[in-house]
């Protein structure tokens, strides 16, 4: 069975950075699409980057060049730095592994949940 726990959220003021975390279990994980969406209160769910592997990773347009995502197929992580964080970042992010067969786009996957697994989600809450 898949599982990802993600960890690393937190608060921090306007301008300031965290790195998320997130590990995966129960499939083989290295070339699987992977990626992150957030879902701030009242709002619709937001996809924020997914990529394949070690592949390019394609990052929302609200997040671009402020939002890295790295693995460590060592440890199976996959980790979402994120720098010159901004009030409306302020999320639950949640963590995802697309089933194969469907597209690893942003543009496709929005709007949708059945398209794969799913963590908790950890909160980030960027104060101004």
């Known amino acids: 069975q898949v599982q990802l726990v993600e960890s690393g959220g937190g608060s921090v003021q306007s301008g300031g950075s965290l790195r998320l975390s997130c590990v995966a279990s129960?499939?083989?994980?290295?070339?699987?699409?992977m990626g992150w969406f957030r879902q701030a209160p009242g709002k619709e769910r937001e996809g924020v980057v997914v990529?394949?592997?070690?592949?390019?990773?394609t990052f929302a347009g609200s997040v671009r060049g402020r939002f890295t995502l790295s693995r460590d197929n060592a440890k199976r992580t996959l980790y979402l730095q994120m720098n010159s964080l901004k009030p409306e970042d302020t999320a639950m992010y949640y963590c995802v592994q697309v089933r194969v067969g469907w597209p690893c786009m942003l543009t496709t996957l929005e709007g949708r949940a059945d398209f794969g697994y799913w963590g908790q989600g950890t909160q980030v809450t960027v104060s101004s």
């Open positions: 129960g499939y083989i994980y290295s070339n699987t699409c």
């Open positions: 990529s394949i592997g070690d592949g390019i990773a």
